[in-house]
């Protein structure tokens, strides 16, 4: 059922409109955490740098509402507020936020309702950033409800641009003199220029590494490792490496804050 069908049926108070939604952000962490392991067993990094996750405060929703024209209710708030549930995704390179964006696409209990890509299309403000509003769905006791989140991929130096503008925007109320909006958009290709520049030295490093013959893990003869006992030192160092930050991933979403370092698993590119 949607979240509207879910209001008519007398659930309406604003905590369980919240579990729905602190739910949905649960559920999208773990989705993104396990894509990250996927990737980085496939192809020996990961695509994610940090996962940033929020819930707007009903100031905000608030605000939202009376600038749309439309009465503070909880139903104006699931039919009109796409942002409730946020999951910002922040990526090493600009091609790591298509496929990411591609894999949470492709998952079968995911709907997309809409998609902005100001990265093809970047605002005014010189903002970069892929946008998708999604539902997942949630499974309560007695019912599945489709629960909105609306997920912001970018990369680590269009999250770094964004930040200070957004600080810089709110200094100023959104009247910024007109040579600081400019510095900000010339500031936004640099930018662009930088991220470019970090995806084709990666792509020289991965390159200069095949050549190099590599090896990798994934071309180990497993059986023959486990039975020699020749491994080599360094290799195992890093593999245990790996392991402890998957455990260490595992630790910090117990707490269930928000967890920035949830899927900074082992930096091993
Ligand atoms: P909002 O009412 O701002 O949520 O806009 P919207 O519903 O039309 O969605 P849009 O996709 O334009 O923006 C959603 C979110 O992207 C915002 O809440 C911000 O987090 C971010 N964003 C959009 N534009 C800018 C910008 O110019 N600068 C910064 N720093 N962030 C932006
Ligand atoms: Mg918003």
Same mark, same amino acid.
């Given at each position: 059922?949607? *979240?509207?069908?879910?209001?008519?049926?007398?659930?309406? +108070?604003?905590? +369980?409109?919240?579990?729905?939604?602190?739910?949905?952000?649960? *559920? %999208?962490?773990?989705?993104?955490?396990?894509?990250? #392991?996927?990737?980085? @067993?496939?192809?020996?990094?990961?695509?994610?740098?940090?996962?940033?996750?929020?819930?707007?405060?009903?100031?905000?929703?608030?605000?939202?509402?009376?600038?749309?024209?439309?009465?503070?209710?909880? *139903?104006?708030? &699931?039919?009109?507020?796409?942002?409730?549930?946020? =999951?910002?995704? =922040?990526?090493?390179?600009?091609?790591?936020? !298509?496929?990411? $964006?591609? %894999?949470?696409?492709?998952?079968?209990?995911?709907?997309?309702?809409?998609?902005?890509? !100001?990265?093809?299309?970047?605002?005014?403000?010189?903002?970069?950033? !892929? @946008? %998708?509003?999604?539902?997942?769905?949630?499974?309560? +006791?007695?019912? =599945?409800?489709?629960?909105?989140?609306?997920?912001?991929?970018?990369?680590? $130096?269009? #999250?770094?641009?964004?930040?200070?503008? @957004?600080?810089?925007?709110?200094?100023?109320?959104?009247?910024?003199?007109? !040579?600081? +909006?400019?510095?900000?958009?010339?500031?936004?290709?640099?930018?662009?220029?930088?991220?470019?520049?970090?995806?084709?030295?990666?792509?020289?490093?991965?390159?200069?590494?095949?050549?190099?013959?590599?090896?990798?893990?994934?071309?180990? #003869?497993?059986?023959?490792?486990?039975?020699?006992?020749?491994?080599?030192?360094?290799?195992? &160092?890093?593999? *245990?490496? %790996?392991?402890?930050?998957? @455990?260490?991933?595992?630790?910090?979403?117990?707490?269930?804050?928000?967890?920035?370092? &949830? =899927?900074?698993?082992?930096?091993? $590119?």
């Amino acid at each position: 059922m949607s *979240e509207q069908t879910y209001m008519n049926e007398g659930i309406d +108070s604003w905590n +369980s409109f919240m579990l729905l939604y602190n739910s949905a952000l649960k *559920e %999208m962490g773990t989705k993104v955490e396990i894509l990250n #392991d996927e990737f980085q @067993h496939i192809h020996q990094y990961n695509p994610i740098e940090y996962v940033k996750k929020r819930i707007k405060t009903p100031e905000s929703i608030v605000k939202k509402l009376k600038r749309y024209g439309y009465e503070s209710t909880l *139903e104006n708030m &699931s039919k009109y507020v796409n942002d409730v549930a946020g =999951v910002r995704i =922040v990526c090493s390179f600009t091609s790591d936020i !298509y496929r990411l $964006a591609d %894999m949470i696409r492709a998952q079968d209990d995911i709907t997309v309702l809409s998609i902005k890509d !100001y990265i093809k299309n970047p605002k005014e403000s010189g903002y970069k950033s !892929y @946008h %998708m509003i999604v539902t997942i769905p949630i499974f309560l +006791s007695d019912r =599945v409800v489709d629960t909105k989140v609306e997920i912001q991929i970018r990369t680590i $130096a269009m #999250d770094f641009w964004a930040s200070l503008e @957004h600080k810089i925007y709110y200094k100023f109320e959104g009247n910024a003199p007109e !040579y600081i +909006s400019r510095d900000l958009r010339e500031c936004s290709s640099i930018v662009s220029m930088l991220d470019a520049k970090m995806l084709s030295l990666n792509e020289a490093i991965m390159e200069a590494k095949k050549e190099q013959g590599d090896p990798r893990p994934e071309s180990w #003869d497993r059986n023959a490792q486990a039975h020699t006992g020749d491994e080599d030192e360094d290799e195992i &160092s890093i593999q *245990e490496e %790996m392991e402890w930050n998957l @455990h260490r991933s595992d630790l910090e979403d117990e707490d269930g804050a928000l967890n920035q370092a &949830s =899927v900074q698993a082992g930096k091993k $590119a």
